[in-house]
């Protein structure tokens, strides 16, 4: 089993920074690609950013690209997202997800093994 559990919420004005740890317990995620959700209410979650296993490869959306920076540090079992230049459209609670397969350096929502519970983060003008 893996736990993962992400800080690094909280509420900011438009402009700056936030950035979320996702730490995962329970087993080594070294080898899985990790990504971002997030979710605002009536609104379907939307995929955020993924890394590769090997954290070459990273990919965004495209509401998000240029400004949100996924990494991971695979020796601390963690993975981060720094969030710049945040806008009042980020504000949504977001999502720390592990993907089912190894060796894996993208997915979508339909292949996630385990989803945290999620961090509240709040930009406001």
């Known amino acids: 089993q893996v736990q993962l559990v992400e800080s690094g919420g909280g509420l900011v004005q438009a402009g700056g920074s936030l950035r979320l740890s996702c730490v995962a317990s329970g087993r080594s995620i070294s080898t899985y690609a990790m990504g971002w959700f997030r979710q605002v209410p009536g609104k379907a979650r939307e995929r955020v950013a993924v890394?590769?296993?090997?954290?070459?490869?990273?990919y965004y959306a495209d509401s998000v690209t240029g400004r949100f920076t996924i990494s991971r540090d695979n020796a601390k079992n963690t993975v981060y997202l720094q969030m710049n230049n945040l806008k009042l459209e980020d504000s949504a609670v977001y999502y720390c997800a592990v993907s089912y397969h190894s060796g894996s350096e993208y997915f979508t929502e339909e292949d996630v093994a385990y989803w945290g519970k999620g961090t509240l983060a709040t930009v406001s003008s």
């Open positions: 890394i590769s296993w090997n954290g070459v490869r990273a």
